[in-house]
Structure formats: structure tokens, C-alpha cells
């Protein structure tokens, strides 16, 4: 057998189809590919793409390609699968002799315009190149690469979607995990009745063609919270080791080649974002990190267009009872969680306000800044949140544990001398109220052990970063989760911060 000549060469869209070929062949290295691999790649490829089951998909990814034009000639269809679909046995064009890969470096088989490389020119389009060159030369090995990219990718909202990590065990578990998905797909019929979700689309809507009455290709929504949900997955797989000498990072493009309207959004998530979320689905936070994953929006009982526009509300009629909306799931809807911890580095710094928000929301369950209201959630974890500071935020480990030192002698004052106030007041008050709290409490143990010095409430309060907000969330945390584990709430379960009887209590003490 023949080598195929492939390797990792560091471009997104290549390596993505590279991964993708290898989880077809069942094989780790792009080095033990061979010609004969692709060609079973290839076979597949020309059977699936002129099936007409993928048009919808192809279209925005290869525009004008020989398998979205049902009407192009047999010539020219023949022509088009020799060079491009079996490009690895293409003989090179008269015009590429003495070209390189602009990819591998390797000697150049074929030119490739937009019709085949996403987001490049379109054919004969001279845009201040070398050489007046209007198109991209490019091995015939790595031809088929491009090629097989969508069976790499997921088609959400209506776009292409591919992971590229910065290690290649993990781009090749996402490809590996989308090509499972587009094979799943591939087989299944659509559906023929209207409904909400239907069986066997379980990461993705089947999308109604309102012209044509009827159903077509399905559609992953939300593809950022799609892929941090499969990073909690795949990372079981690809992190099974501490082989990694170094953090990793993922890019997410989501792009749509299509003539109408091509666009690119790139989705970025640095490695601190990526380790939290492999080691808050690790066993020590593995229930607290579910309970985060399944925030994920209802599916309303309301159709769809192709862009995920809800059509405009009417008034209901009367009598007529509401279908109640579907619990969301990746693929299906938004997790405004996932969303909001990618969104701390939106700006292409971490944004600490942000971040400070996402711990307050989705681990400690307080609304805003100030709110009395808190939302239940499974998600208060002082391990948790520690895991987010060290590898989000960067705090060093000093100021963890000074605030959580600090934080165990509050809840063990409150459990002790019954102090229902001072713990009032860490999770309902003002944050200027709570350190008038403090100063009290500091006070009246000053005729036994003092409960807290000038220098520890420096450390935990007064710090450069001037995060006080996040600095008493914290605190929050830790005293819950510890007057949780010595019984405090069973014996005061009007204390509970999301029971009624708590905020009842603290709008009559107003």
C-alpha cells in the first residue's frame, strides 16, 4: 500500500479534513493513511455527496460544486470527481508543473477556487497575488482533505461548524464525533408530520422548508453551547491521560461559503476555559458541572424558519390549551451558562467583570449583584469555584485559600454561637451592609479569640484587583456549602437561600 503523503499542517479547514478521514479510515496517524484509504473515502464521498441528501448542507460550504448542480452535464460531473472528489490519484494540471501545496508544500495536483476551498476568490478573480495567480495550488491528497471537511463538521444554523484544537487528539475526537453524527443522519428518513423534536435527531432540528412544505437536512443550533457540551464529552476520551505536556486551546469556525451572504465567526477558547471544563466534568465537581450542563433553553412549541426566527407572536385562541415547551439539549437550543463562560473572553482578554458574573449566576444562584433573590441550583461548590479561579481567572493559590480560611470561621461562628444575622447578611445583604456585619461580629469576639485581623481582611477584601463583588460571592459559597455539611439548614430550614420562607423573611426584616 501507498502512502497517502498527508500530515497536520497547522490550517484549520486542512486539518479538520485530515481528522475527518482518519476517523474514517480508524486511524491515528495522517502518516498511515494511504491512497487506498482515500480511495474508500473518496468512494464514499461521491456516493453521499450526489445522493441529494446533503445538498443543503454542501451548498454553503462548496458553492457551485459539481454535486449541488443537478443539472450539469455527465462531462463535466466525470471531470469534477476525477480531479477533486478522487484528487489523490489526479494527474497534476498542465499549469501547476514545478507548483507547491500552499498547504503541505508538496508538489501541486490541482487548482482550487471557491468552488472547492471555502472563502477563497472565485474562479479568474485576481486580488493582489503573486504571479497574477487566481487560484490555490494544492496536493491531491490534501484536495481530498478539503473535500471531506462538511463529514468532519456539523451543519448548524444553516453554516458550517469544525473544531480545531491546538492538539491534535482532541480535533480528531471532535471529527471523529461529527462524522458519527453525519453518518446517523445520512441514514435517517426525514420526517413527514410537523412536531417539536423527532426520533433519532437527538443533537440536532430537522429544518421545515416553508416553500416546499417539507422537510429537509437538520441543523444544529447553538454551536458554541453544542461545542463546550461535546468538549465535556470528548474530553473523557482525549484527557484520559496527563500525557499533555502543555494547556490546550480550541477555535471553533463557523462559516458559510455561500454566494447569498459568506460569513466567518470564530469562535475562541483559550486554555483556561478549556481545562476548567475538562476538570469540572472530573469526579470531584463531575455533579455540579451536570447540573450546569443541563441549563440548557426549552424548545419552544413554536416552528421555526431556516434561520431560527420564531415568527411574530399572535394572540391565542381562546379555549385553545399552550403544548408546553421541550426540555432543550445540545444541538437543540442555547445553554446560556456555556455561553456566558465563552463570552469572558469575547473580548479577547478575560474579563473579569464577566467572569464574576458567570460565578455568581450559574454557581452560586444569585441574580445580580445586590439581588435578595437567588435561583435554585445544584451547582454551589466551593471545589467548583476554586477549580474556576485557579484556571479562569489565574488567581493564585495563596488568596484561594485565604478567602476560603477566611470564609470556614464565619460559617463556623454562624453555626456556633447561632448567628443567623451575620449569615443573612453574607447571602442576602448589601456588600457594603456585610462589612458592616463584619466589623460587628470582629468586635463582639474580641473578649475570647478574635475572629479576624486587619491583615487577614487586607488579604481576603482589599486586594489590586479590586474584586470585592466576587471576593463576597465566594464567601457566600463557602459558607453555605460548610453550614450545609454540619446540618445548620436542617435545623434552620427557613435559612435556605432558595426557599420562599428565606425571602419572605428578609423582605419583613426591610
Same mark, same amino acid.
Given at each position: 500500500m501507498s502512502s497517502a503523503g498527508l500530515f497536520w499542517t497547522g490550517h484549520a479547514l486542512c486539518d479538520v479534513g485530515v481528522a475527518g478521514l482518519l476517523a474514517f479510515a480508524e486511524k491515528q496517524r495522517p502518516e498511515d493513511l494511504t491512497l487506498e484509504d482515500l480511495d474508500g473515502a473518496s468512494a464514499w464521498m461521491e456516493k453521499q455527496y450526489y445522493s441529494g441528501l446533503l445538498g443543503t448542507f454542501l451548498s454553503c460550504v462548496f458553492m457551485n460544486a459539481s454535486f449541488v448542480q443537478p443539472s450539469e452535464s455527465p462531462e463535466k460531473r466525470a471531470a469534477f470527481i476525477s480531479r477533486y472528489v478522487h484528487g489523490h490519484r489526479a494527474t497534476p494540471q498542465p499549469e501547476l508543473v514545478g507548483k507547491r501545496c500552499v498547504f503541505s508544500g508538496l508538489p501541486a495536483t490541482s487548482a482550487m477556487v471557491r468552488t472547492h476551498l471555502p472563502l477563497f476568490s472565485g474562479e479568474g478573480v485576481m486580488n493582489f497575488r503573486p504571479d497574477e495567480a487566481t487560484s490555490v495550488p494544492v496536493a491531491g491528497s490534501f484536495v481530498v482533505a478539503i473535500m471531506f471537511l462538511p463529514m468532519a463538521s456539523r451543519r448548524s444554523e444553516g453554516r458550517l461548524l469544525c473544531v480545531h484544537a491546538d492538539d491534535e487528539a482532541l480535533t480528531r475526537a471532535f471529527a471523529r464525533r461529527y462524522l458519527a453524527d453525519n453518518r446517523r443522519l445520512i441514514?435517517?428518513?426525514?420526517?413527514?408530520?410537523?412536531?417539536?423534536?423527532?426520533a433519532g435527531y437527538d443533537r440536532e432540528l430537522p429544518m421545515w422548508d416553508g416553500t416546499?412544505?417539507?422537510?429537509?437536512?437538520?441543523?444544529?443550533?447553538?454551536?458554541?453551547?453544542?461545542v463546550v457540551s461535546d468538549l465535556t464529552e470528548v474530553a473523557a476520551e482525549s484527557f484520559a491521560n496527563d500525557e499533555r505536556p502543555h494547556a490546550v486551546a480550541i477555535t471553533a469556525y463557523l462559516l458559510?461559503?455561500?454566494?447569498?451572504?459568506?460569513?466567518?465567526?470564530?469562535?475562541?477558547?483559550?486554555?483556561g476555559i478549556v481545562t476548567f471544563i475538562v476538570k469540572a466534568a472530573g469526579a470531584s465537581t463531575r455533579a455540579e458541572w451536570a447540573a450546569i450542563s443541563k441549563r440548557f433553553w426549552p424548545v419552544s412549541n413554536k416552528p421555526e424558519d431556516e434561520d431560527g426566527q420564531k415568527p411574530a407572536k399572535t394572540a391565542s385562541k381562546a379555549g385553545k390549551a399552550k403544548a408546553p415547551p421541550v426540555a432543550g439539549r445540545a444541538g437543540w437550543t442555547r445553554n446560556?451558562?456555556?455561553?456566558?463562560?465563552? #463570552?469572558?473572553?469575547? =473580548?479577547?482578554?478575560?474579563?473579569?467583570?464577566?467572569?464574576?458574573? !458567570?460565578?455568581?449566576?450559574?454557581?452560586?444562584? /444569585?441574580r445580580n449583584a445586590d439581588d435578595k433573590k437567588y435561583q435554585a441550583t445544584d451547582a454551589r461548590s466551593w471545589k467548583l469555584a476554586e477549580l474556576f479561579l485557579k484556571e479562569v481567572l489565574g488567581m493564585k493559590? #495563596?488568596?484561594?485559600? =485565604?478567602?476560603?480560611?477566611?470564609?470556614?470561621?464565619?460559617?463556623? !461562628?454562624?453555626?456556633?454561637?447561632?448567628?443567623? /444575622?451575620?449569615?443573612?447578611s453574607i447571602v442576602f445583604d448589601k456588600l457594603s451592609d456585610l462589612q458592616h456585619n463584619l466589623r460587628r461580629v470582629q468586635r463582639e469576639s474580641a473578649s475570647q479569640t478574635l475572629l479576624f485581623g486587619l491583615e487577614e481582611y487586607r488579604s481576603v477584601f482589599l486586594h489590586e484587583d479590586g474584586d470585592r463583588y466576587l471576593v463576597r460571592d465566594l464567601i457566600s459559597i463557602r459558607v453555605i456549602e460548610?453550614?450545609?455539611r454540619v446540618g445548620f439548614f436542617q435545623k434552620n430550614p427557613e435559612q435556605?437561600?432558595?426557599?420562599?420562607?428565606?425571602?419572605?423573611?428578609?423582605?419583613?426584616?426591610?
Open positions: 441514514g435517517l428518513a426525514l420526517p413527514t408530520q410537523r412536531a417539536d423534536v423527532h416546499k412544505k417539507r422537510y429537509k437536512m437538520a441543523d444544529a443550533k447553538g454551536p458554541r453551547s453544542l458559510s461559503n455561500s454566494g447569498q451572504g459568506p460569513s466567518l465567526e470564530i469562535f475562541a477558547m483559550p486554555s446560556p451558562a456555556f455561553e456566558a463562560l465563552c #463570552g469572558i473572553f469575547d =473580548a479577547g482578554f478575560t474579563d473579569r467583570r464577566a467572569a464574576g458574573s !458567570w460565578l455568581r449566576t450559574y454557581v452560586l444562584g /444569585r493559590e #495563596g488568596r484561594i485559600k =485565604a478567602i476560603r480560611e477566611f470564609s470556614d470561621k464565619l460559617a463556623v !461562628w454562624i453555626h456556633s454561637k447561632g448567628d443567623t /444575622r451575620l449569615y443573612r460548610e453550614l450545609h435556605l437561600v432558595d426557599s420562599e420562607a428565606a425571602e419572605e423573611g428578609t423582605e419583613a426584616a426591610e
